[in-house]
């Protein structure tokens, strides 16, 4: 089982960037598909991006791609959510997500399709001038 703890949010401007981390532990991250999925208040959760476990194939949602970028470090059991080119539509709180057994696919980000086992706490990112 492994716990995850995300980091890295917070206050950015319009156009500005911010990186989230999260950190896993308990397991070996290596064995998991990882991911971040976010959610507003009285919005549906939205998956963001995905990472596979073997391969290294990444997806994202429409809204983010070419502005935001997934990593993994397995060595140091640590996910990041690159995001650059911020607008008022991506703030929301951002979720680490881990399972062994997802397939990392542009579906698999789509509401209800999957569910991934292990979610950390969240991280508040908001975007104002």
């Known amino acids: 089982q492994v716990q995850l703890v995300e980091s890295g949010g917070g206050l950015a401007q319009p156009g500005g960037s911010l990186r989230l981390s999260c950190a896993a532990s308990?397991?070996?991250?290596?064995?998991?598909?990882v991911g971040w999925f976010r959610q507003v208040p009285g919005k549906e959760r939205e998956g963001v991006s995905c990472?596979?476990?073997?391969?290294?194939?990444?997806a994202y949602v429409d809204s983010v791609k070419g502005r935001f970028t997934v990593s993994r470090d397995n060595a140091k059991n640590m996910v990041y959510l690159e995001m650059n080119s911020l607008t008022p539509e991506d703030p929301a709180v951002y979720y680490c997500?881990?399972?062994?057994?997802?397939?990392?696919?542009?579906?698999?980000?789509?509401?209800?399709?999957?569910?991934?086992?292990?979610w950390g706490q969240g991280t508040q990112v908001t975007v104002s001038s």
């Open positions: 997500v881990a399972d062994p057994r997802v397939i990392c696919l542009p579906s698999t980000l789509q509401p209800g399709v999957v569910q991934y086992d292990y």
């Open positions: 308990g397991d070996t991250l290596g064995d998991y598909t």
């Open positions: 990472l596979s476990r073997v391969g290294g194939g990444t």
